[in-house]
């Protein structure tokens, strides 16, 4: 229960600061939660109102609130716009000198300031830490959660040490995670990493139901994206490409086009950045091309598309930088071009990494390669993705207008549930795969786990008209004689799916039908949801679709 006197503030401030009539969707819940002194995780998309949920507690509670924030412009933009709202708001980063950094520490301790922003590598300097324990502190409020995590797109190993050190200044101090991009798996990480398994969890929905998500094969990306971008005339929109060389010969190539197009990059002045973005927002410019160092905390409502001239590193990038379309609840478009040639650019990018960490991207990356190539409703999987599973098509995507071919399948899921029963649901959709069709050429693994001895070994060759692909040949053995299925010729070779990448097809679709599910402790093992046990007592058919072929696209390397 919270106080009486601190419910009419928050209406009250609401109104009076923030200027709002109403909470929107579960600001309330959220902000009584923090109130009242709860571990509170919020997980909203983008746009949502998640600032206000520690914005306005900041507000009415005694003492300072620290916010950890990992984007000083987004710090700077937050600051700003509370000191105009006229709230003691104030950051403590790298960008300081000695006497603002005074002045900060000191409205901090005399209990002025509000809200202390505080980037994660400050948090860790020790000096950072005494004023801090001479304040009084509200609440913490975790921005950015997500960051937490290895298996995050955005990893930052500062915030790993974050509960040591609220701990350090208060171990009773309520914390409030926030995130828009957080799979199951990452908010597990979450909770562990800021020890709030008790905390309220407060999620709404991803879907972004006006926006529509597409995905095209990149065969003449120029031309593609000026005929696109042809029906958007006057239009706000941003394009985004991986490199900032690309970022300016694509504004270039716009503008000769006669665009109003600017770049924004992190390579370009400070000044020059914000001169662009200030351009954007203030409709002197319609289309910005840019890295993905643009957009955080950029709040424009009537964004018209998100294109990403290039593929993006993981879809938890891809969805927020898609989330920025739409904003006004008007239509908005995404649309992806998919080469193959920018997957094994990405790949390169990775190659400095330490084991892990190259690990982890490369499964990140993998997830967005399946759902590009994936014929199911995008949104599905899109949705399925962060946890939330949806029973519909949502009609307003690339392969919803456009479906490819479909098949239907009973003894096929039959084949793989089992499959991954029989191997104690503790290998990827890769691996069940390659069991089914005796890929053992490609997966050394499958002998070390002898697989090859399970009744299912090689069984999903005889569906989708693959077996006439194989030939059956008996090869004598020491002291058995044992059934080795070889492909007669490199599937791969004429450029066709193979065998093992069909089931790997059916496996992801089963996941995004909520009958299979990821192993929340171990990435990329596939496990029977309770759906998919329920499908076994009693199974049906289920209608799948085929992948698109993006093996024929341009690439990215088109003319450089
Ligand atoms: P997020 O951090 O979730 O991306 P923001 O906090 O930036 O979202 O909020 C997105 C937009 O919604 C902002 O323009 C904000 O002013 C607006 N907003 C937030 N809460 C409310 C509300 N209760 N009523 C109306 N607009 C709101
Ligand atoms: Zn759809």
Known sequence: MIDVSIENSLKKNLKEIFGFDNFRGEQEKI??????????????????????????????????????SPLIA??????????????NAQFLNSTLNKSEMNR?????????????????????????????????????AVDEAHCISEWGHDFRPEYRKIKEIIESIDDNLPIIALTATATPKVQLDIKKSLDMDDSVIYKTSFNRANLYYEVRPKL???????????????????????SRKKVEEIAELLVVNGFKALPYHAGLDSDVRMKNQDAFLNE?????????????????????????????????????ETGRGGRDGLDGSCLMFYALDDITKLEKFNKDKNVTERDNAKALLMEMVAYSSLGVCRRRQLLSYFGEQTEKNCGFCDNCNKPTKTFRGEEEVILALNTILKTEQRFS??????????NTKDNPAIASY???????????????NLSEKFEEEEEEDEDEIVVNKKPKADINADGKISAADKWVSIIRQLMVFGYLEKDIDNYG?????????????DPYSITFSEDHDLNETEGSGEDE
């Open 104 to 140: 900060v520490k000191n409205d901090v301790v005399s209990g002025a300031c509000k809200l202390l922003y505080i980037a994660p590598e400050s948090l860790t300097k020790v000096d950072n830490l005494e004023f801090l324990k001479k304040a009084k502190i509200s609440f913490v």
């Open 525 to 537: 093992v596939v496990k029977l949801s309770e759906k998919g046990q329920k499908y076994l007592q």
């Open 220 to 242: 003449n990306a120029k031309k593609q994206l000026i005929n696109f971008l042809a029906q958007y005339k006057g239009k706000s929109g941003i394009v985004y490409c991986l």
């Open 31 to 68: 902000i009584k939660s923090i109130v009242s002194g709860k571990n509170t995780f919020v997980i909203m998309p983008t746009g949502a109102g998640k600032s206000l949920c520690y914005q306005l507690p900041a507000t009415v509670l005694e003492g300072t609130a620290i916010v950890i």
């Open 450 to 464: 002898e697989h090859d001895k399970l009744e299912m070994f090689g069984k999903g060759l005889k569906y989708f």
């Open 429 to 438: 959709a890769n691996h069940i795969a390659d069991i089914l069709t005796a």
């Open 74 to 87: 987004l710090m700077k933009n937050q600051v700003d716009q509370m000191m105009a709202f006229g709230i």
């Open 284 to 320: 002197n410019c319609d289309v910005v091309v840019a890295t993905i160092a643009f957009g955080m905390g950029i709040d424009k409502p009537d964004v018209r598309f998100v294109v990403h001239y290039d593929a993006p590193k993981s879809l938890e990038g891809y969805y927020q």
